[in-house]
């Protein structure tokens, strides 16, 4: 009881208050660093996830050390007032804040093992989207239709989750484009190929792939010309998917090469439409 009732003494208000003004340094600091490391990793691309690791692991420095120099400096604790106080907390910790503590060894384990890293585009569970932060309680994941989820770190230990470009500033897009079964897919998958080396958002130091196939979906039997190719900035996923989409489209139909034909049992009787006079009347 008497390393208690140090402990408690310890605790009066200059001392509370110093401890007070030294978390919110940390926090200044914690963000100043933070913004920083941002500007520099926006100015300079190929560092910018770099440059985002790097923040995560400032913050969780600026907060162990903030914690540790409130202990040992402001709080001045003798070898067995720090056993005491470290029981006490101990047994806070366990009890009503497990939960919390499990965040925190998760967030710090995820920054050691870095399955994934801040900028990375990650699925997990029913989300994709890339990482915005790595925090001390809860990883935050922006969404490609711009939503921000806040997904607790623990989760991250126990369930499965994929990273798409692992660390990389690059990552591969995989587009898939389908043609009438007997469209000349020799001339449809030379021109996707050109559609997708000319854009802008392809990283040519990596290899455009084109793999071509027969499918058989409920609606049509077609020959689908699967594109795969690295964007140069896992930043520019959609727009390379949108660009490389705009220009196949408007080879093949430059070039006449067909969709593929709805299977009859799946065309209604009010879709129909006759066909004008000197033209197919086989569906599109």
Not at 13 to 29: C, E, F, G, K, N
Not at 211 to 223: C, G, I, N, Q, R
Not at 244 to 271: C, M, N, S, Y
Request: charged share 25%; net charge neutral; aromatic share 8%.
């Amino acid at each position: 009881m008497g390393e208690i009732g140090e402990v408690m003494q310890l605790l009066n208000a200059s001392r509370l208050m110093a401890a007070l003004v030294i978390v919110v340094l940390a926090i200044i600091a914690s963000r100043l660093i933070t913004s920083t490391l941002d500007r520099f990793g926006e100015g300079n691309a190929r560092r910018r996830l770099t440059a985002k690791y790097a923040a995560s692991i400032s913050r969780f420095v600026i907060f162990i050390g903030a914690v540790a120099f409130i202990l040992i400096n402001v709080l001045d604790l003798s070898g067995e007032t720090w056993i005491a106080l470290s029981a006490t907390i101990g047994l806070t910790v366990g009890f009503a804040l497990k939960d919390t503590a499990a965040s925190l060894l998760s967030g710090l384990l995820i920054l050691i093992d870095r399955p994934f890293t801040v900028g990375d585009r990650i699925s997990f569970d029913k989300y994709y989207g890339e990482v915005r932060e790595i925090g001390l309680r809860t990883v935050r994941i922006a969404t490609l239709d711009d939503n921000l989820v806040s997904i607790p770190t623990n989760k991250f230990l126990t369930d499965p989750v994929a990273s798409a470009n692992a660390g990389e500033l690059d990552m591969m897009v995989q587009m898939d484009f389908f043609i009438a079964i007997d469209a000349d897919f020799d001339l449809a998958r030379d021109l996707a190929h050109e559609a997708a080396v000319t854009s802008k958002y392809v990283f040519l130091e990596k290899k455009v792939n084109l793999l071509v196939s027969d499918e058989m979906t409920p609606h049509f039997y077609a020959t689908r010309i699967r594109v795969q190719c690295y964007v140069v900035d896992c930043r520019f996923e959609r727009r390379l998917a949108s660009d490389v989409t705009e220009r196949i489209k408007t080879a093949w139909r430059k070039h006449g090469i067909r969709t593929p034909f709805v299977l009859e049992h799946q065309v209604r009787r009010a879709d129909y439409v006759p066909p004008a006079e000197g033209r197919s009347s086989s569906p599109a």
